[in-house]
């Protein structure tokens, strides 16, 4: 039942702050000041390092979280692909909590990167949103996202609820680990609780997205930048994009630009820009700038601050709502979601099912 909408991937989008409340609602505590997980005894303190494991967008969601356990909690974390982790054979020291994010439970490659950790590391945790999954089973403590049942084969709930989970545990990683003072969490977690409302004004700009989707679909090429947590965002943004619409789509940090992809910069090359005005932006302006200085076309995805600062010469510019900048990921996925929906609708693709992929990959 696609409740309206043309597509199951539009109803999804628009669940987010639905879901996503959802998903406080059952890690929050009482008082909404503290981190409650299912099960008792997970203690990060324990812990030397996290390694996350994963596939497609829910890598995405590791990598994303990699910045925040490593910025909130002072933890070490490494992210893999579990295509390439289960056959690299890599030393998993016992202090290690090895993390398996999948939103179907079932990716073969993260399963058989799980099974590989058994016995080696001291905890296996997963963040699943398919409760009764392979990948939830075998693990010692499984998280549910909360995100309900995701049909369109681009994730897109599933992304945000991941990332919603994986930011709560990075909070009681930081309380755990002495990183963080109750008082601090208990505002990132009030900012927390705001998040569906600021994502429903984001939704609301959908009108925007769709106008600049039509000039993105008139492309053969993209390139999506980002820096710091916006980085894994512009992954995901570009995986998006080729996944539904076909087109084929990049993503670089900000800063690897001039190492190499600027080679690729001319007036037809599009190249979408996630930056809310944080510490970082007055860099990623600068990339910008060196975009636009060959020709390239810039789509700007900013807030208020972030547009006052900006000069004339971008092409497109959409400005989202202000949000507490360490939740800026999980808001910015929303207009990675709409660019893609809306270019491939203008391209008449099957949105819900795009060719050669599946929404489960049970085999490798
Ligand atoms: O079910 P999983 O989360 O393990 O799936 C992982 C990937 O196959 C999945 O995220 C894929 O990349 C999506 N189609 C992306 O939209």
Redesign the pocket.
């Known amino acids: 039942d696609k409740a309206g909408h043309k597509h199951f991937m539009a109803k999804e989008i628009t669940e987010q702050p639905a879901v996503i409340g959802d998903a406080l609602g059952h890690y929050l505590s009482a008082d909404g000041r503290d981190v409650t997980l299912p099960g008792d005894g997970l203690d990060f303190s324990g812990f030397d390092r996290l390694t996350m494991v994963?596939?497609?967008?829910?890598y995405y969601a590791c990598l994303t979280a990699k910045y925040w356990f490593e910025q909130l909690a002072g933890m070490p974390v490494e992210v893999d692909i579990a295509s390439e982790f289960r056959y690299r054979e890599p030393p998993v020291t016992p202090r290690t909590c090895a993390v398996f994010v999948?939103?179907?439970g079932?990716?073969a490659d993260?399963l058989a990167a799980l099974r590989y950790c058994e016995g080696k590391a001291d905890t296996i945790l997963s963040v699943v949103n398919v409760d009764e999954s392979s990948i939830a089973r075998e693990s010692d403590l499984a998280l549910p996202i909360h995100a309900g049942a995701e049909i369109g084969?681009?994730?897109t709930k599933?992304f945000t609820c991941q990332l919603t989970v994986l930011l709560l545990l990075a909070l009681k990683a930081a309380k755990d680990r002495g990183a963080m003072s109750a008082d601090d969490m208990a505002d990132t977690l009030s900012s927390l609780r705001g998040l569906p409302a600021t994502i429903n004004h984001a939704l609301e700009l959908d009108d925007d997205f769709a106008k600049a989707a039509r000039r993105l679909s008139e492309a053969d090429n993209a390139l999506f930048l980002g820096r710091g947590l916006m980085y894994p965002l512009a992954l995901e943004g570009a995986?998006?994009l080729k996944?539904i619409s076909y087109i084929h789509a990049e993503a670089y940090a900000s800063g690897e630009l001039k190492h190499g992809p600027i080679a690729l910069i001319d007036k037809r090359m599009p190249v979408v820009v996630m930056a809310p005005r944080d510490a970082l932006f007055d860099k990623t302006v600068s990339n910008m700038q060196e975009v636009m200085a060959r020709g390239g076309k810039v789509m700007l995805i900013t807030d208020h601050a972030g547009a006052a600062e900006t000069d004339e010469g971008v092409w497109r510019l959409i400005e989202m709502p202000e949000v507490d900048p360490v939740l800026a990921p999980i808001l910015y996925a929303i207009p990675a979601q709409l660019l893609a929906y809306h270019t491939a609708v203008a391209k008449g693709t099957d949105v819900d099912q795009p060719r050669n992929?599946a929404k489960?990959?049970t085999v490798e």
């Open positions: 994963a596939c497609g967008t829910a999948s939103q179907s079932e990716t993260t084969v681009a994730s599933a995986l998006k996944e992929l489960s990959v």
